[in-house]
């Protein structure tokens, strides 16, 4: 009986231990799937603030998916299959506070925080505040010589939260003043909060690199009041 129990102790630790490895190869493989898909399909973000008011707000979570304009894997940057339009909303990789300047420079050469934010200016466009009583900014596409309001310029319906008060509509003038016009080289876009008493964005950054882009942001699956494509 000894030696009987001693033989099945053995078989038992070598069947235990072929679990244990069958386990361990499933949970690596998970991993690895799961960083596939978030590297190149999916990926998750919680909006902190209302920057993006009104079409995304506070404690909106996003899916955000990379692939369309080159995803990151490894530390490279894969090729794009298409371009950010106008009227999209992206994920950048950037910091939303306003430094201006050499800081500005520095401080987002650094970051690894994340922002959305609305494609306003492709490349080769002009964009420029017309109008110092509105927020909306107007866009001349290459290659034409009359400017469009900026919903024109995208095709696409979405609003805008303007300036409340006379005195966030002085910050938006100092900052990015009536006439100012901003020439996008190609690889460069023009991005704003859809709230713009939230000066920052391309205002305060200037024009964001197309290896900026992280992502194409297209459906908020949370609270489930406000479900839905975007």
Known sequence: ????????SYTEK????????KTLVRIV???IILALVRSFLLQSYLLEDDAMAPSFVKNDRVFVTPLPYGPMFCGLKLPAIAQPKRGDVVLIRQDPSPFQ??????FRAFSSHYSLARVIGQPG??????????SYFSIRPLNQDAYQEELTASGKPYAITECRASVDCQALESIFPTGQTVRLAPNEFF???????????????????????????FFIYWPLSRVGLR
């Open 101 to 106: 300047g050499g800081v500005s420079q520095i």
């Open 29 to 31: 493989l998970f991993l």
């Open 125 to 134: 466009d002009s964009v420029v505040r017309q109008n110092s009583d509105t």
């Open 1 to 8: 009986m000894g030696t009987f129990s001693r033989h099945r």
């Open 191 to 217: 991005v704003a909060f859809d709230n713009r008493n939230t000066l920052s964005g391309s205002m305060v950054w200037g024009p964001v690199q197309k290896d900026e882009i992280a992502g194409k942001v």
């Open 14 to 21: 070598v069947l235990l231990a072929r679990k244990r490895r």
